[in-house]
């Protein structure tokens, strides 16, 4: 598996979750800008670039269903989904490209996750996806109490690691790309500090943004009576 919450959280955006401690806070503060603003850099891939990729994707007659243009540490790349999420027999030779937490690539997921649901439904006699499907800090899938097909839901995951993993990195994308619309004002007003003086009134302002007890947003897989797949954080949509 490739992308989990946790780990996702670690490697993406590790200067500001790994809730450090102020000892220095404005040497912290300059580290932290220097990773976000990277991370975003690499998130901020043009719209043209991805819609010549997905022109270039449909002249190829590659297969609409599980291919889509995504934002990675290599640029905007067409991907097949479901080799994405389903290594080859003996592992992958060398590891892929890593996918951004983007809203490009969160809108991908969801609409393939969305275009999958309503057959792996079917295909494992499942009368109704779950209202919401959650994860705990550990990867492990939470669903509503009330959900008479629990078990059923759980076990079809267990065998389709496309649509598992797809499902899981969605949300994991999605916990990433909350928690880093959150430092955007502190980057914004740290980067125009015009003396050492204004700067450490930035970090002092945005303390909560390093402390080690900040609780991240809580991120929502909801799915409507037909599979349709959106995502929340703190109960508001994801746009």
Known sequence: MFIQPASTWSAAVSAISSRVRLDHPEGLAAANVAASENL???TNISQAARDLLAAETKAAGNPAASTAVFDTNQGAMTL???AYFQPPPGGFAELPPLMMPSANNIKALTDHVSARMPDFLARHGIPEAPASVS????GALQLPADYPYAREFKAALAGDPVMA???QTAAALSSVHVEMQKSLPFHEEYSAANSAADAAKVVAKYAWLFADNRPSA???LNFSADGRLSV???GEPIS
């Open 232 to 234: 929340s954080a703190d």
């Open 40 to 42: 975003a850099d690499r």
């Open 165 to 167: 993993r797809s499902m």
């Open 80 to 82: 097949d989904i479901d």
């Open 135 to 138: 994860y705990d800090h550990n």
């Open 218 to 220: 809580s991120i929502t």
